[in-house]
Nanobody, 118 residues
């Protein structure tokens, strides 16, 4: 099993910044990539950013140039630096670990709320 613990969410004004963290523990060798998803009220969960073990990254178009995903392998932690936040970024943000065993074996964190409001 792999356990994921997210932190760093909160309330921020438009234009502000937040950094989310996702600490992984357990059978880390099962993971080949980590990602951040988000789900706003009444909407489907969507991929925000992903980073592979090799460091390759990918972002959804709406966050390109504003969000940065990174990882600290020594700490088994993935970060999502979010700058120039907008009200439409308001959502619950989830960390996901992609398993070599396929989608049915992926792991999810519990989620952290990000609210962008004045």
């Amino acid at each position: 099993q792999v356990q994921l613990v997210e932190s760093g969410g909160g309330l921020v004004q438009p234009g502000g910044s937040l950094r989310l963290s996702c600490a992984a523990s357990g059978r880390i060798f099962r993971i080949y990539a980590m990602g951040w998803y988000r789900q706003a009220p009444g909407k489907q969960r969507e991929l925000v950013a992903v980073i592979t073990n090799g460091g390759s990254t990918n972002y959804t178009d709406s966050v390109k140039g504003r969000f940065t995903i990174s990882r600290d392998n020594a700490k088994n932690t993935v970060y999502l630096q979010m700058n120039s936040l907008k009200s439409e970024d308001t959502a619950v943000y989830y960390c996901k670990a992609y398993s070599w065993g396929g989608p049915d074996n992926d792991y999810w964190g519990q989620g952290t709320q990000v609210t962008v409001s004045s």
